[in-house]
């Protein structure tokens, strides 16, 4: 065969397999749809088949586009794979690496750590996006999944780069019209600013205090689906809120908030979580590591 497809061609082709449109992955990439279009088109005459059916509403993959796309996987995991080798035997690990992180942790922590990793591995290209949803790594072509919490699926691979608990925290204007709970039979009473937030549930509080569990039905009149806005409505006195210490930790440091009820907390630690066929890549291995490195020397000590 004289003409090959070239692996630009292939990445774009998974890119709108899985964003189902030619629009959403030309934003992805900053190019036109047109373009987008065309690379497709001519990556369909190369292989002789129809990798997508196309409608004025939706893209959707075909039968032989099912089975190129499991090819052009395989494929640019060995070129990944390619270079974390030349990587590890050169000390420099090279090529794409996608993270995404939630809102609050991605701009405020995870960010700022990236910016540093580039700056001491610069043949790495990045690409990072904050999603305040559950992520399916492996269908969005995701490398790395910053996250809060606990709960992770077992095939994935996990690994805490940094402890953390949440907390319950309110306002010293909040305390001075309110009791202060004594108990966390008296937080149904308050008023609970709610966040829903991933897989966070809406409303329920599960605390631990030394080796128990609890569980709270808290209710209020304020909630919104992003924690920076409840972050800031508890300064405003507003309610009690259940947030991460890495969030919270200057503002009671500076008297801004009071920690509630402090032998209650939320197990809540940061992990790196990533898809089993990246194992042993070198991107993820240098980049795991230095975020490790980075929030236990800048964020939590």
């Not at 629009?23 to 749809?33: D, K, L, M, Q, Y």
């Not at 907390?167 to 008023?191: D, F, G, Q, T």
Request: net charge neutral; aromatic share 8%.
């Amino acid at each position: 065969m004289n003409n090959l497809p070239i692996l630009q061609d292939l990445r774009i082709f998974l890119l709108v397999a899985r964003k189902a449109s030619f629009a959403a992955a030309a934003e992805e990439i900053g190019v036109s749809p047109a373009l987008i279009s065309k690379r497709i088109s001519i990556l369909e005459s190369i292989l002789n088949v129809i990798l997508l059916h196309r409608t004025t509403r939706r893209v959707s993959i075909t039968e032989d586009g099912e089975r190129i796309y499991e090819w052009a996987q395989r494929i640019l995991d060995d070129v990944n794979q390619m270079f974390d080798e030349i990587s590890e035997l050169r000390q420099e690990p090279q090529g794409i690496i996608k993270v995404v992180s939630s809102f609050g942790l991605g701009r405020r922590f995870v960010a700022p750590a990236l910016s540093a990793l580039i700056k001491n591995y610069p043949q790495l290209e990045l690409r990072f996006d904050v999603e305040d949803r559950i992520i399916d790594l492996a269908t969005e072509g995701i490398d790395l999944d910053i996250r809060v919490g606990d709960d992770i699926d077992k095939n994935l691979i996990a690994r805490k780069i940094a402890s953390n608990r949440r907390i319950l925290c309110a306002s010293p204007a909040y305390l001075a019209r309110n009791p202060m709970p004594k108990s966390l039979n008296e937080l149904p009473s308050h008023s609970c600013l709610v966040i829903k937030e991933r897989d966070h549930p809406f409303g329920i509080w599960q605390l631990k205090s030394n080796s128990d569990s609890h569980s709270v039905k808290v209710t209020g009149s304020m909630s919104s689906n992003h924690g920076e806005i409840i972050h800031q409505w508890c300064l405003d006195g507003h309610g009690i809120i259940l947030r991460s210490y890495w969030d919270v930790r200057e503002n009671i440091e500076s008297g801004a908030l009071i920690h509630i009820l402090p032998e209650y907390y939320q197990s809540a630690n940061i992990w790196a979580v990533y898809v089993t066929r990246l194992a042993m890549s070198a991107r993820i291995r240098v980049t795991v590591e230095f975020l490790e490195r980075y929030f236990q020397l800048h964020y939590l000590t």
